[in-house]
């Protein structure tokens, strides 16, 4: 199968979400917010590098207050550009705002089984499952640890989502799983494993982690230090706000921006003071909480504009995005999960997001489903192909074949036509049968895709990884579930 990954690049269309001046106000606000509100940081070693680098630090409280300048200028030391690497190099991904890479979700915890259909608990071997799909899935750049290994102990359930990761793709790994210290040294030798040694891990950052905010204005204290330690080696680093409308956030989107925004830049802001230039990306998927029962949504108007807002917030920093898209509050792939999985990835993708996720997932980033994730790639396929726009030139334009064929012809046996039909989109996915075709079987999308990542499955043999290094990571993971 192809190694090649598609991404989105030198788009032809453009949207304007938010005006220069509007992004210069929630700017304003977000210092604001930070200065005169505060943000919490549960982490001695955060509170430690904050007050040293003159922030009003409340010890008692665990929240820090910074003056704008601080926060501005730590933010300027944060490298606009540069790549995600992969177990093969041919699959680096650039970080460069001309790409727009697409990946797995993280931390699901049920799996609708690929066999039975049955909806169940997750477990690694779910990992590895999705794993070789992602593997032999072109549209998929890049892994986040998909689903929860709930069949191991929770101090190291990271560690082995990670290890089965390498060992079924050549694709970057980028996890939310990782957020205790031992979890994150344990992970940077993993990750030195591969590529040779922790200086060479700087040059060739095959890991990157994201850490969850703790919406309003607040952080998890595992994660910062975890999140310390990975930017200390050059290990690639984003926080993702996950404020929602009238819970977490205010109930209006420039509100839930502002308070999202404050809670990202500080924690950015604190790796740059700690070491200048690490590589960071902005991370986020904010939604809305449904005025009914207060529940996540997982989908709807607001989603989609945040996710084209965040990335111009995002460039206005000049770091990298990791935006949130698919993970469709619908329990089972079905209309609702086309609208909103279509409509969050096409206005993240038209803003050029750096990094898309969640692809698979059903729920609100709860279930995964294989049929899901088939079509979910579908979707960025057809995306990819409308961003190409159309292109206007005397090769394009086909004259000479059209005064070939005249009035009242047809094309299909031009060379122009032969020499350009591919480029026409072919679905996998959608019906175009007759309808007395349709009516024979009325079967539909949702069997196809699952056939397909069935056979996928059955199939493809992804390129392994080194035993010696497998079984150094298995070392690496037991001496820690004997240390805690």
Request: charged share 20%; glycine share 8%; aromatic share 6%.
């Amino acid at each position: 199968m192809t190694k090649s990954i598609k991404s989105i690049s030198n788009p032809k269309l453009r949207l304007e979400v938010l005006t220069p001046e509007e992004v210069k106000k929630i700017h304003d606000a977000t210092l604001h917010i930070i200065e005169n509100v505060g943000v919490r940081f549960p982490s001695k070693r955060a509170l430690e590098i904050w007050a040293a680098n003159g922030a009003d630090v409340n010890y008692e409280k665990k929240v820090v207050k910074v003056k704008p300048h601080i926060i501005e200028e730590a933010l300027k030391k944060a490298p606009p550009v540069y790549s995600l690497a992969a177990r093969d190099p041919q699959q680096d991904l650039p970080l460069d705002g001309n790409h727009v890479f697409v990946g797995t979700d993280g931390c699901g915890v049920e799996v609708i089984d690929i066999e039975t259909g049955v909806r169940r608990m997750s477990k690694l071997d779910d990992v590895r499952d999705i794993a070789r799909v992602a593997d032999a899935t072109e549209e998929v750049g890049f892994h986040w640890v998909p689903v929860s290994a709930q069949d191991k102990p929770a101090e190291t359930r990271g560690l082995h989502e990670i290890k089965t990761i390498w060992e079924n793709s050549t694709k970057h790994v980028q996890t939310e799983s990782i957020y205790t210290v031992h979890e994150a040294k344990a992970a940077i030798e993993m990750a030195a494993l591969i590529v040779g040694g922790k200086e060479n891990l700087r040059k060739r950052p095959v890991l990157s982690l994201m850490q969850c905010t703790a919406p309003p204005l607040g952080h998890d204290g595992g994660s910062l230090d975890a999140a310390l330690l990975a930017a200390e080696v050059g290990i690639p680093t984003g926080f993702m706000t996950m404020a929602a409308c009238l819970t977490t956030g205010p109930a209006t989107l420039a509100g839930n921006l502002a308070v999202g925004n404050a809670e990202v830049l500080a924690g950015t802001a604190l790796l740059q003071l700690a070491f200048p230039g690490a590589p960071v990306f902005y991370a986020a998927a904010q939604t809305a909480s449904d005025l009914r029962s207060g529940a996540y949504t997982g989908g709807g108007p607001e989603d989609f504009l945040f996710g084209a807002a965040t990335n111009v917030l995002a460039d206005y920093y000049n770091i990298p995005l990791s935006m949130g898209s698919f993970a469709t509050g619908a329990k089972e792939p079905n209309w609702q999960a086309g609208i909103e999985n279509s409509l969050s990835t096409f206005m993240a993708s038209i803003v050029m997001s750096d990094m898309l996720l969640g692809l698979g997932f059903l729920h609100g980033s709860r279930i995964w489903s294989f049929a899901e994730m088939m079509m979910d790639a579908e979707i960025f396929s057809i995306i990819h192909k409308t961003m190409q726009g159309i292109v206007v030139d005397d090769e394009n334009l086909a004259l000479d074949a059209i005064a070939n064929v005249g009035p009242g012809g047809n094309f299909l046996a031009q060379k122009h036509t032969k020499k350009h039909m591919r480029e026409i989109f072919l679905p996998q996915f959608m019906d175009r049968r007759p309808y007395n075709a349709w009516e024979a079987k009325k079967d539909d999308a949702r069997d196809w895709a699952l056939a397909k990542a069935r056979k996928t499955l059955a199939e493809h043999q992804p390129d392994p990884l080194d035993p010696k290094i497998s079984a150094e990571m298995a070392k690496i993971i037991a001496a820690n579930e004997q240390n805690n």
